[in-house]
């Protein structure tokens, strides 16, 4: 399973893949756009995937795919 995040590190939001930082600076909508789209990839490749997204308030939200 390959895990992707976005959540607020350092006052910047940031996506990590399997809990690495890959990008970085980004607002949370384009954050949330990145990981989406990497989640996606990941998924048509077979992976099972987990995206995790902190909201405003702190709070993550999880979805999964695959078994």
Request: aromatic share 8%; charged share 30%; hydrophobic share 45%.
């Amino acid at each position: 399973m390959v895990q992707f995040a976005v959540t607020l590190k350092d006052a910047e939001w940031t996506v990590f893949k399997d809990a690495k930082p890959i990008a970085q600076g980004m607002s949370r909508s384009e954050a949330v756009t990145l990981a989406e789209e990497l989640a996606y990839e990941a998924e048509e490749a077979g992976e099972d995937v987990q995206l995790l997204v902190q909201d405003y308030i702190g709070e993550l939200k999880a979805r999964y795919s695959g078994p």
